[in-house]
């Protein structure tokens, strides 16, 4: 079983939970939430371990947020087709994907790493500028990530 396919295991993502996640609000919101894992993790310089709840609350909210929102209409958005392209990513075990796709997908991921690790350290260090580094890399790099799954959700649709 791929890590992908782990991963969405871990979110309960199967099935129709991965149409409802397709749902731009789920999507957005999900998005939307690391500036908060931030502030959560930050805010233990000025509330001390209560910022466990609040980061609790946000590791909750990524764990639900996939089966809150209804199986959108359509499936035309980008948002949309990025999360069907990522379906299709965490299946390509058993539906293979171009190959095409493949090193830029790994390229992505080591980015993405990369700018967590240096999120991680200026959290730990509460250096700003590393974390707001380390928060862009990870933004820039997941967008083009997305990016991608859409292309990947454009070539094995049909």
Same mark, same amino acid.
């Given at each position: 079983?791929?890590?992908e ?13 991965w149409?409802k ?13 690391? $500036? ?25 909210w990524?764990?639900?947020? $996939? ?8 499936f ?11 379906k299709?990513?965490a299946?390509?075990?058993?539906? $293979? ?6 090193? $830029? ?25 590393l ?22 959700f ?5």
């Amino acid at each position: 079983m791929s890590i992908e396919k782990q991963i969405a295991k871990s979110f309960n993502l199967d099935g129709d939970t991965w149409m409802k996640h397709a749902n731009p609000w789920s999507i957005w919101t999900r998005f939307a939430t690391l $500036p908060f894992i931030i502030l959560a993790i930050w805010s233990r310089v000025w509330i001390g371990w209560y910022c466990v709840i609040p980061i609790l609350l946000l590791v909750v909210w990524l764990k639900i947020n $996939p089966t809150l929102f209804k199986k959108p209409k359509h499936f035309k958005s980008w948002g949309s087709k990025s999360v069907l392209g990522e379906k299709y990513w965490a299946e390509r075990k058993s539906n $293979p994907v171009p190959k095409h796709h493949h090193l $830029p997908i790994q390229i992505l991921t080591i980015l993405q790493i990369i700018g967590v690790i240096i999120l991680g350290y200026g959290l730990w260090h509460l250096d700003l500028k590393l974390t707001c580094l380390g928060a862009i890399l990870v933004y820039m790099a997941k967008m083009w990530f997305l990016d991608r799954m859409v292309w990947i959700f454009e070539d094995i649709k049909d």
